[in-house]
């Protein structure tokens, strides 16, 4: 691939959009527990993020039904924090808040990370990174793990006093979106090929790792609960995954190369909103028209 089909390397992630039953309680877990704070609402969307950055988007569809834990979907959304000790805060708050929600812990050597399922089993993650300095390559592969990380060693280690009583400071974004789909090839094609990450790690045929710029992972895609499985239907769970470009002529080369794979695209001059193959909404938008 070359490099003008590479995605920019200042690339990010941008909100993750959420279709929800019960607004109320999936808005008070994000902001009581995980201890984000309410930066918009109308009467059937709540954002909530860290100062003006949203994280996460609620949209209130009653309608819809629950997924099935085989379909293609959200895996987790991962929100970022910019030290030990804000995340720190942050998962003693869920664990305080909601603590049947904490579903394990992992160090992955080039970042240390918390998981948690929201009310409506939509998977969390809570990390913070390592300096870039301390991560590995290998043959242009990222060396990630998943080592035992003490929840309770951690929280003695780095949460304050001060924490305790404002959980919600520090900067925090969204840092990467894990998405479960049916097969990895297909994943790949698509999220490599034609949308143009890198990829940084493949662990056969069971997960891609994808980034720009040389991160971690920006995405990440998964068959451990859905191998085989088809488009998605209309249901409660991943509304949109949002892609933050840094400039609309990165936006435009980017439509034109989706065009140029067939893929159906909606364009509107600001963003740019595609399906995947299995119909997880995918929409770009760019920093300089924020």
């Known amino acids: 691939m070359s490099t003008q089909d590479l995605l920019a390397a200042d690339t990010a992630m941008g909100a993750v959009t959420l279709l929800v039953a019960d607004l109320d309680a999936m808005t008070a877990y994000y902001r009581d527990a995980v201890a984000l704070s309410v930066i918009g609402q109308t009467a059937d969307t709540v ?4 100062g003006a950055t949203p994280i996460v988007i609620l949209s209130h ?29 942050a998962v003693y708050s869920v664990a305080t808040k909601a603590p049947g929600t904490f579903t394990g812990s992992s160090d992955h050597l080039v970042s240390k990370a918390f998981y948690f399922t929201d009310p409506e ?6 990390y913070w990174d390592r300096d870039r300095s301390q991560w590995s390559w290998t043959h242009g592969q990222i060396e990630m793990n998943t080592l035992f990380l003490d929840p309770n060693a ?4 780095n949460l304050t006093p001060e924490a305790i009583e404002s959980p919600n400071f520090g900067d925090a974004v ?9 097969d990895i090839p297909s994943a790949r094609e698509f999220y490599v090929d034609r949308l ?13 790792f994808v980034s720009a710029g040389g991160y971690h992972h920006h995405m990440a895609m998964n068959t451990w609960n859905s191998a085989g499985a088809g488009r998605r239907a209309r249901t409660l769970g991943l509304g949109q995954v949002d892609i933050v470009l840094p400039t609309s002529d990165d936006l435009g080369a980017l439509g034109e190369r989706m065009t140029h794979f067939g ?8 963003t740019l909103a595609f399906d995947d193959p299995w119909a997880n909404l995918i929409r770009v938008t760019t920093a300089d028209q924020a």
């Open 154 to 157: 951690f929280l003695q280690q």
């Open 263 to 270: 893929v159906q695209t909606r364009h509107d001059g600001r």
């Open 61 to 89: 569809a009653p309608g819809l039904v629950h997924a099935s834990p085989r379909d293609a979907g959200l895996f987790h959304t991962a929100i970022l924090f910019d030290s030990e000790a804000a995340l720190a805060a």
């Open 121 to 126: 089993g939509n998977g969390v993650e809570l």
């Open 47 to 50: 954002t909530l993020g860290r």
């Open 174 to 182: 969204v840092g990467h979106v894990h998405l479960s789909v049916g």
């Open 196 to 208: 143009g990450f890198e990829q940084t790690t493949l662990f056969g045929s069971q997960a891609l």
